[in-house]
């Protein structure tokens, strides 16, 4: 079984539509991050939470919302989908030091019409 | 800020060349971490290596080797005898230090396809 499992793997959705991303882990990491990616633009941070009570916003929040349910999972909520917000989504985690580096989800690509 | 560039968005080569990726990195932290992700067509995220700011040796793990030169802010990729299975989008991405969320900074990626 994978350590980090991000459910649904594929979304196709339509504008103005609620939408949850859900990502569970088995690595006993206190922290959690979430991402988009882009094409030429790399992943960017969305959100991060370093444990159950501290939730903190990443370079482009705006639009989205989390909730870090227990150690284990962390999840991402569009709650108003729009077209531009069509991308692929990870889920990391991370020992704790900036030198250990994260481990990531296996994606979910998530389509807005 | 923190911010990482890599130049060359798409290289295409033949199998058994050798290819270097390029990554230069801005940071005014003294203490950071360099890394080198591979997200092969399947899509998913793997750790390459990490490289911290004190440690400008160069690394070799089998056909890969990296280069770490603070005078330039680079910390260059390069595949030796490139494979097919090599094809796959590269990230460089940097951590500060003194960064409380521990943030990556991803470059754009490098796009390596390896043709037969």
């Known amino acids: 079984d994978a350590d980090v499992t991000q459910t649904p793997r594929n979304r196709i959705t339509k504008t103005g539509k609620r939408i949850m991303l859900e990502c569970s882990q088995t690595k006993g990491h206190d922290r959690m991050y979430w991402y988009r990616q882009d094409p030429g633009l790399g992943l960017r941070l969305i959100y991060y939470?370093?444990?159950?009570?501290?939730?903190n916003k990443g370079e482009i929040s705006d639009g989205y919302s989390v909730s870090r349910q227990a150690q284990a999972k962390f999840s991402l909520s569009l709650e108003s989908a729009i077209p531009n917000q069509t991308a692929l989504y990870f889920c990391a985690t991370q020992e704790g030091q900036p030198y250990q580096p994260q481990h990531f989800g296996d994606g979910t690509r998530l389509s807005i019409l | 800020a923190q911010k990482v560039t890599q130049a060359q968005t798409e290289i295409s080569v033949v199998e058994k060349e050798d290819v270097t990726l390029d990554c230069v990195y801005e940071t005014r932290d003294t203490t950071y971490y360099l890394f080198w992700y591979k997200q092969p067509p399947s899509g998913e995220l793997v750790f390459l290596i990490r490289r911290n700011s004190f440690d400008e040796q160069n690394e070799i793990s089998g056909r890969y080797s990296w280069n770490f030169q603070k005078s330039t802010s680079s910390f260059n990729f390069t595949i030796t005898a490139s494979q097919v299975v090599d094809s796959a989008v590269y990230f460089c991405a940097l951590s500060e230090a003194r960064n409380a969320g521990n943030m990556l900074t991803f470059g754009g990626g490098t796009r390596l396809m390896v043709k037969p």
């Open positions: 939470s370093f444990d159950v009570k501290d939730i």
